[in-house]
């Protein structure tokens, strides 16, 4: 198979000419909207009877609809801003911002490279909460996200000291080509000491004919499976090739066990564990421990004598090339932002644009992204009425929604959230904490005994829900509302200000959290209860505030964004 | 130890009934012919029975859990997994000595590690199942070679072979085994609901085509805090709990409702009924592995079980579950502390249903995604299909193995390469048992496990007799 070799884009322009393409109308219509509107969240509350705040205009709603998909949380400004000036240059200005603090420099920053710390996972939790609910790069922080979702590593899967370093320095690669080009990604984590160790391919040796010992077929087999072509050959829609009836396997254990030769001979670029230095470098390749024998799995072809660096860069060539990789990864970005069960139809375009960016650029993140949030399917407003567009919000996401939407700060960069997995008395996950390379839930994931399995769908964050895990989640919540997190606590005082009107209040929220999709029908039901806490006094109002929000972010039709 | 099935007997005479009862008025659902059968049944029962699956995720490596002991064997353990092993004379102490020999002196030695079982064993509480993996029907090396039977699909995938294990089917099996024998019995409870218990998470293997799994956390279910006021309002509370239960037209929130309405339903009669539990003195031992909660789990099981009849319980299918077995590294170093801890939950659990006096009416049983490759990859081993397991209970024919001993071996008879087994005994036949004695009947069989029929006139047949 030619490798054709990829090359790094300056960010802007590429993605304009795809959404052009792609969704003129809404995203112009989107724009002009904008242009009467941004008062939502203004102060006039006071008036009773729902009739004081004006509705939100549709350009809001639409703005805070592509906010849920896009952003890992935003507040009312956001939503004003991109239903001022539209979609396109919200996005644009998000691929253009440099990252404000990496994950690494929270660590060294706040003071966690001192050798107290080298077994412990002091920080961790810390830093990772910096980020997605502190930092401004909202758009990386959701893609991130979602491909932590997909490249998963988990600290208590890997061994080691200077844990939370070392899942610094991935979550890193992750977010860093988050906006760049796949083909870079997988080189990141190809080289990574987390994914070296959490898939054990550091430390993997060749065969030794002496002992029998083959290599550690771990990393070769889900690199395969989970990270770029997936079980069986797709065609660019994302559905099986078929053939006779059945789907066509993409590799065979023959495959696994070749593949695993190239990633034998890998280890830490430095033996000085005194400082986290070496976690953050690429692994490098020893000669003696690399199998240079010739290797072919798929179609790919290694010759003898090949080095373990340029192994690396034909096998990650050849697979970056598969044809399954288009569809594969951007099905799982669209689950991740959009839609659990997209049409065949989004799924093809945005493939499609992976495979070239219109500039003959193949992996440009830039603009599969772009494709992915600017889809037609994606920016239907009518979906909203559907009964099976859409997904269950990832519980980090509901968790830091809250948090962004009320300007939730740690002035000590505490950001004492902590380990959130328990599914007694959190959300049943915690970023950056997977138990497994398949993660908290899978793409795949049917909850049986439901219509979703006999309507032939997938819900992969249903995963994660149980009865446990959704009263504690309601539990949790609560908690946070009222008492915030240690120093981390929220600002309600826009809602102060709406709280005497139910209404008006429950307008707000709605919009703010749920791009106003709570119906009125529910939002009646809600006024009609927070109606029964006295507004007279500050601490009602308070009470009538936090109740809102609990009523609001428990509603199935919040957690279900459509 | 054997329960008579009298249970049993009376289903096949309700089942010629409703036979004739579904032909007459044809529009009633199958399963609900099936569950009204299932109600007659357990109201007849006098005793409870409870099914209680263990599931090791990772895929468990049987030849250092189950350890190659005779010198032929050791010989070619030692030679596959060089610096992976353990010592022939570290196993002495925890050498299996079987009621029925194996075939050519072949002999295993638990881990020491699992020493807590051997006295079960010895006892005959503990049988060893041998070679148990994942089949559609029994298969071969040369049929397997040849591609002429139908294997499951996606071997050695993970989560495609979790699912395989509990459901017959790959990710996205619409139901799992378990919930398939909770079909026929569930509706003989007093809450059906309260059949599929899991104290691990969601597994495909407690939903049924009707039964569903309820999930609770080791420390029981949880009590929603806002359950009489929020924020001073018992209306705002009200609703709380009606958005919770409510669901909605989309199928998302249909699933959240369902979920939500077991949750706050069941709380209080599930509580209620915990709030009775005898105190017991097994004690379980702090867990050796510190991100496992095994021990926590199975302890709850035990006291879910020591209530049963206060909620009208007669059948039970629990789920428990451990993971980190996927060693492809750490062998030695990561495996024996979660054989440790695998072992002092299970002996505890065992000794609990003792001093709970239905150690007879408990059948657990382990299962794992697969076995590995009995070769090393020099600091761990490599996913495989066939593997080792475990039956314990009162009721269980044990003190020995059931099924057919492989040969051990990188590329002989009875594995693909590597010493990835082919299985001899299918989880077919393991579940067919295992359902058989908790009371469905044969005819009913292939409800459960769809592919038993394969296994009609097999060496081993339809019932491993294990139980």
């Known amino acids: ?486 120093e981390a606590q929220p600002d309600y005082s826009a809602l102060t200000a709406l709280a005497a009107d139910s209404q008006s209040l429950l307008d707000e929220l709605n919009l703010v959290l749920a791009a106003n999709q709570v119906s009125a029908a529910t939002v009646a039901r809600m006024k009609t209860a927070l109606d029964s806490i006295a507004a007279d006094t500050a601490a009602g109002l308070n009470n009538r505030i936090r109740a809102a929000l609990v009523l609001v972010m428990a509603a199935p039709e919040y957690l279900v964004l459509r | 130890m054997k329960t008579r099935r009298t249970t049993t007997i009376t289903r096949r005479a309700l089942l010629r009934q409703a036979s004739a009862l579904s032909i007459a008025g044809a529009a009633t659902p199958f399963i609900m012919n099936l569950a009204a059968m299932g109600e007659a049944a357990a109201a007849t029962a006098s005793d409870y029975k409870a099914l209680v699956c263990v599931f090791l995720y990772g895929g468990n490596d049987y030849a250092n859990t189950l350890v190659p002991y005779d010198n032929n064997q050791y010989a070619i353990y030692q030679a596959q997994r060089p610096g992976l092993t353990y010592a022939q004379s570290a196993l002495a102490a925890t050498k299996l000595t079987p009621s029925v020999p194996l075939p050519g002196g072949a002999q295993y030695a638990l881990a020491p590690e699992l020493a807590p079982l051997l006295p079960l064993f010895n006892a005959g509480a503990m049988g060893v199942l041998l070679n148990v993996g994942t089949l559609v029907e029994p298969t071969t090396k040369a049929q397997y070679q040849a591609g002429s039977v139908l294997l499951p699909p996606k071997l050695l995938s993970h989560n495609d072979q979790q699912s395989y294990w509990q459901a017959s089917s790959p990710e996205g099996a619409a139901s799992g085994w378990g919930g398939r024998i909770a079909d026929l019995l569930q509706s003989g409870n007093g809450t059906a609901t309260l059949t599929c218990i899991n104290v691990s998470g969601n597994a495909v293997f407690l939903t049924g085509r009707s039964a569903v799994q309820y999930s609770v956390t080791p420390a029981g279910p949880i009590a929603l805090s806002t359950r009489t006021s929020l924020q001073g309002s018992t209306a705002a509370a009200a609703l709380l709990q009606s958005l919770i239960t409510g669901g909605g037209a989309h199928e998302f929130e249909a699933a959240l409702g369902a979920v939500g309405t077991r949750a706050l339903n069941l709380y209080d009669q599930v509580s209620a009924a915990l709030a009775q539990a005898p105190a017991t003195s097994t004690v379980f031992p702090a867990a050796a592995d510190p991100l496992s909660t095994l021990g926590a789990q199975l302890q709850f099981v035990a006291k879910m079980i020591s209530v049963g009849s206060q909620l009208g319980a007669k059948r039970q299918v629990f789920f428990v579950s451990t993971s980190r077995y996927d060693t492809h590294d750490g062998l030695v170093t990561l495996h024996p502390t979660l054989l440790t801890n695998l072992a002092n939950a299970l002996r505890a659990f065992y000794d609990t249903t003792v001093e709970l006096g239905v150690a007879s009416q408990v059948t657990t049983f382990t299962g794992s995604d697969f076995g590995r490759a009995l070769t090393a990859n020099n600091d761990g081993t490599d996913h495989g299909w066939g593997s080792m397991h475990f039956v314990l209970g009162g009721a269980v024919n044990g003190g020995r193995y059931h099924g057919i001993n492989p040969t051990l071996a990188n590329g002989g008879p009875d594995d693909i390469g590597q010493g990835r087994l082919i299985p001899t005994l299918s989880v077919d036949q393991y579940a067919a048992t295992l359902a058989s004695w908790f009371g469905v009947p044969a005819s009913e069989l292939a409800t459960v496990v769809p592919n038993i029929d394969n296994y009609a006139g097999s060496a081993l047949g339809t019932n491993i007799g294990f139980v």
């Not at chain 1, 569809?327 to 945005?350: C, D, E, G, W």
């Not at chain 1, 509901?398 to 959190?426: D, E, H, I, M, Y």
């Not at chain 1, 950056?432 to 769908?457: C, K, L, Q």
Request: glycine share 10%.
């Open chain 1, 1 to 486: 198979m030619p490798t054709e070799q990829h090359e790094v884009l300056a960010p802007a322009p590429v993605e304009r000419e795809t959404a052009a393409s792609l969704a003129p109308l809404s995203l112009a219509a989107l724009a002009v909207a904008g242009c009467s509107s941004g008062s939502g969240g203004g102060s006039s509350g006071g008036s009773t009877g729902g009739g004081g705040a004006p509705p939100p205009s549709p350009a809001e709603v639409q703005a805070s609809r592509f906010l849920s998909q896009a952003a890992i949380g935003y507040s009312h400004a956001d939503i004003t801003s991109v239903a001022t000036s539209g979609i396109d240059a919200w996005l644009t200005a998000q691929f253009a911002m440099v990252r404000p603090q990496r994950f690494w420099d929270f660590l060294v920053t706040n003071g966690y490279a001192d050798p107290a710390n080298i077994n412990t996972q002091n920080g961790f939790d810390a830093m990772v909460w910096s980020q997605l609910m502190g930092s401004s790069d909202v758009l990386r922080q959701r893609v991130g996200l979602a491909l932590l979702d997909q490249w998963v590593v988990g600290i208590d899967g890997i061994t080691g000291s200077w844990k939370p370093f070392t899942m610094a320095a991935y979550l890193d690669v992750l977010w860093d080509n988050a906006f760049g080009n796949y083909r870079d990604l997988m080189e990141g984590v190809s080289t990574s000491v987390a994914m070296g160790l959490f898939l054990t391919f550091l430390g993997n040796v060749k065969a030794n004919p002496v002992t029998g010992s083959i290599p550690d077929e771990n990393y070769a087999r889900e690199l395969m499976q989970l990270f770029t072509i997936g079980l069986y050959e797709l065609n660019t829609d994302g559905s099986q090739i078929l053939s006779g009836g059945a789907p066509i396997p993409t590799y065979a254990q023959a495959d696994v066990s070749q593949g695993a030769r190239v990633w034998t001979g890998y280890t830490y670029a430095s033996t000085d564990n005194t400082t986290p230095d070496r976690l953050r470098l690429p692994m490098v390749i020893n000669a003696a421990r690399h199998e240079t024998g010739a290797t072919t799995f798929l179609n790919i072809n290694i010759p003898a004598g090949t080095t373990g660096e340029n192994a690396r860069k034909i096998a990650l060539d050849g697979l970056f090339n598969h044809p399954n990789v288009p569809p594969f990864v951007s099905k799982q970005l669209i689950q991740h932002l959009v839609t659990s069960n997209p049409s065949p139809a989004y799924v093809s375009r945005v493939a499609a644009a992976f495979a070239d960016n219109g500039r003959a650029v193949r992996g440009d993140m830039q603009a599969v992204i772009h494709a992915v949030l600017t889809d037609v399917e994606a920016r239907d407003d009518s979906q909203v009425a559907s009964t099976q567009f859409g997904k269950l919000r990832e519980p980090v996401t509901r968790l830091v929604q809250w948090g962004r939407a009320f300007k939730v700060t740690s002035p000590t960069n505490l950001w004492p959230f902590g380990n959130t997995t328990s599914t007694a008395s959190r959300i049943g996950e915690s970023p950056g904490r997977a138990p497994s390379v398949f993660n908290w839930f899978r793409p795949g994931y049917v909850p049986p005994g439901t219509a979703i399995e006999s309507n032939g769908h997938v819900a992969p964050e249903f995963q994660i829900t149980n009865e446990p895990s959704l009263i504690a989640y309601v539990n949790y919540l609560h908690t946070l509302i009222v008492n915030g997190a240690g």
